[in-house]
């Protein structure tokens, strides 16, 4: 099963006419709420490759859905504070893209992962399980825990869950 969850309109589109080509079953995750534009319409959007969409030495962000725009507010926060943060978007859980993430790894030394998923069996255990076998580096996992989901306004639930770029922020801060 194919595993994407797209982080703007562009991407959506893109991905979803790609999903219709695909040979085999796709699971499509997409949220309810408008979200800032991160891709433009020239933007190279591919099933199982990642698009780095800011370059970093000292961190690697890597998010998914709409935490992606999260992610690079957050790395313009931590840019304030000196810290260089990279931001990947993994629009694709499976297959995930292991040469985009292992080669942030090494480049990098840490990652955040962020989306608004369980931590388990989301996009942080997919980037912990590639880690772990093929680059190990620190991670902090910005998600929802272990913890039974509610229903409510998609901002104030991200603020519960924390979900939002100043949490990305104090992510990073513990693995650096």
Do not use: W
């Amino acid at each position: 099963m194919t595993v994407i969850n797209p982080s703007d309109g562009v991407s959506a589109a893109k991905l979803i006419r790609q999903a219709v080509a695909f040979e085999g079953p796709a699971y499509i995750r997409l949220g309810r709420s408008a979200v800032p534009a991160v891709y433009e319409e020239t933007s190279a959007i591919e099933i199982g490759k990642g698009c780095c969409l800011r370059p970093g030495r000292d961190i690697t962000v890597i998010a998914t859905g709409i935490m992606v725009a999260e992610a690079l507010e957050a790395a313009k926060i931590l840019a304030e504070e000196g810290i260089d943060a990279r931001v990947i978007d993994i629009h694709t859980i499976k297959p995930i893209d292991e040469e985009m993430i292992c080669k942030a790894a090494q480049e990098t030394g840490a990652i955040v992962t962020a989306e608004e998923h369980s931590v388990i069996g989301g996009l942080g255990g997919a980037v912990a399980e590639v880690t772990a076998r093929l680059c190990p580096v620190k991670i902090a996992m910005v998600g929802q825990q272990d913890v039974f989901g509610e229903s409510g306004k998609p901002d104030e639930l991200m603020q519960k869950y924390g979900l939002k770029a100043e949490n990305i922020v104090a992510a990073a801060k513990r693995v650096l």
